[in-house]
């Protein structure tokens, strides 16, 4: 891994996780220090960062995470909503068997009764595996790059507002109606709970966001 691809790796992982909250200053010196990466590919990286919307870079004045009003907070969640909506009704008329039998695989490791609980981290993980699989099935890759860029900002939205763990319950579901209307070839209803879905995660989201 380059040093350019590593220093990106943990910028994305530390937004991911609210590590830099909404607003922080990001300083390239403290950085460098850290990690002992050197100040251009650090830039690099913030740079990318920037043009996919996490961080905003201020000429002469350095580099801050995003601090946007709950609007714009409200908005990206609607296009992601019908994004996602969107390809779950794709998924729905394309996918195969095989994909369905991964998909219950992937939702039975979150309902797990063995014991062990999930870990809000590996909800995030295996939540991600599973929303995967629906892109995978509706067989458009360019919508998946898409939607693939947008969980990473969901994501970080949700560890800023509220954190994992309060959709944990209702999530796992809301995923086994997502399944059903799958394995139904419903696309019109497989849209529906998938927005559903999204839907309700905005509504906690935007109600743990200031302003």
Excluded: W
Excluded at 48 to 58: C, E, S
Excluded at 60 to 80: R, S
């Amino acid at each position: 891994m380059t040093k350019k691809n590593a220093i990106h790796d943990l910028l994305i992982e530390r937004l991911l996780s609210a590590h830099y909250a909404f607003g922080e200053r990001i300083l390239v010196k403290e950085l460098a220090a850290e990690t002992g990466i050197s100040r251009q590919p650090i830039m690099t990286a913030l740079s990318k960062l920037n043009a996919d919307g996490f961080v905003r870079i201020i000429p002469q004045v350095g580099c801050e995470v995003i601090n946007p009003a709950k609007e714009e907070i409200a908005d990206f969640f609607l296009m992601f909503e019908r994004m996602e909506g969107l390809l779950a009704e794709l998924a729905a008329e394309r996918r195969t068997d095989r994909q369905l039998r991964d998909l219950k695989i992937i939702q039975h490791q979150l309902t797990l009764g063995d014991g062990h609980v999930i870990t809000p981290q590996e909800y995030c993980e295996i939540n991600r595996d599973f929303h995967q699989m629906i892109h995978e099935m509706a067989h458009s890759p360019l919508l998946d790059e898409r939607q693939r860029n947008n969980f990473n900002m969901s994501d970080f939205f949700i560890n800023q507002a509220v954190g994992f763990e309060l959709f944990m319950a209702d999530a796992m579901k809301e995923h086994e109606t997502i399944i059903d209307a799958l394995e139904q070839r419903d696309a019109a209803r497989a849209r529906k709970v998938s927005e559903e879905h999204i839907a309700a995660i905005r509504k906690a989201v935007l109600s743990g966001v200031a302003g």
